[in-house]
């Protein structure tokens, strides 16, 4: 959520940079809510004053032995009138907040000006697209005659937009997770986590999913109000809301593994073909939560973190700054990471590494301690894949396929999977 003083303050230069976004503030209602709430908070402290002065004024009156019945009359009348402005106010408040939690972040001055992905801007690339001595398959196409990567399969056992693994592709999957947790917590000092699959509508409020996206995920028919988690993000950020965290506390790192699940309401039609899109799928997930001065460090920090798994993998990426158009509804900078695939014969997102600012951390009121001042502070979140664990087995069956039907194992993975060096997909 946004902080309350930018739309008081700063209204028009908020709603402008908001347009960035492609969000168009509702200038004259915010601004309507706003004069209201003023209005009533003063109308409410001068009565509440009144009153004060009232109730002081009946307790000189009695020490003195005069009749204080007028008196009393006139505080009763002040009472209702007091509690008749506070109700006001607090409906207003209340729309006024219900307004704010629609409102996006604000995106950061470095972040590019555009409406889609096409406006993107690259950032640097590692690696030269994989190239071969014949046509290139995509990874749909490399399983087909194995029958290990089971789409109809899944179809038949739930719906589309599923895959059942079979043998050294299942164990592959193991591998890249096994794998990407001891990078993590071995070389980049994060800490390891196991969270709940099922979160509360708080938790998703918190991180900013709610209410604006509740189409694109998977609730439960359940009194609890319980959703299925769309990403790690929520249940691990979540751990910190409604705490006050001591200075020495922060920087806190987290890496998760879990499944994500999303019903992709937004997205109908897009990718329908293999693994790139599921209702289902899994990420190792990387949060951070830092002091505010060291967020945009933080942000770079953890960008570099996910690039070392693609590196060490040997995968060919770039890494590009998203546009205001492209920008998720919480963060106010992102990053992806767009890894070569072969069968495609281009680039396609395989982590996306945000800071959100104090955005997520108001609506949470996730709070760290200065100790200059002694006073609690709101705290900063940063998050991202590293990776995408599917995505990353399909950018490696297409980057290491090879002309018989195998595919080649990368030598950082090769220790995961028993020593072997190749998987024969053929059937």
Known sequence: MLDPKLIRHELE????????????????????????????????????????????????????????????????????????????????????????????????????????????????????????????????????????????EATKITGSRFVTLRGQLAQLQRALTQFMLNVHTIEHGYEEIYVPYIVNRESLTGTGQLPKFEEDLFKLEDERDFYLIPTAEVPVTNMVRDEILDAAALPQKYVCHSPCFRSEAGSYGRDTRGMIRQHQFEKVELVMMVRPEDSWAALEELVANAEAILQKLGLPYRVVNLCGGDLGFAAAKTYDLEVWLPGQGKYREISSCSNFLDFQTRRMQARWRNPETGKPELMHTINGSALAVGRTLVALLENYQQEDGSVRIPQALQSYMGGETVISLES
């Open 13 to 152: 230069a908020t709603a402008a940079r908001l347009l960035t976004k492609g969000f168009e503030l509702d200038v004259q209602l915010v601004q309507s809510l706003e004069d209201q709430r003023k209005g009533l908070q003063v109308e409410t402290e001068e009565l509440q004053a009144t009153r004060n002065m009232q109730s002081k004024a009946i307790g000189q009156a009695k020490s003195k032995g005069e009749d204080i019945q007028p008196l009393l009359d006139a505080v009763a009348n002040l009472g209702d009138q007091l509690n008749s402005k506070k109700q006001e106010l607090e409906v207003v408040q209340s729309r006024l907040n219900e307004l704010l939690m629609t409102i996006p972040n604000v995106p950061d001055a470095s972040v590019p000006v555009g409406k889609s992905e096409e406006d993107n801007v690259e950032v640097r690339n590692w690696g030269d697209p994989t190239e071969f001595t014949f046509a290139a398959r995509d990874h749909v196409d490399i399983t087909a005659a194995s029958g290990k990567m089971g789409f109809e």
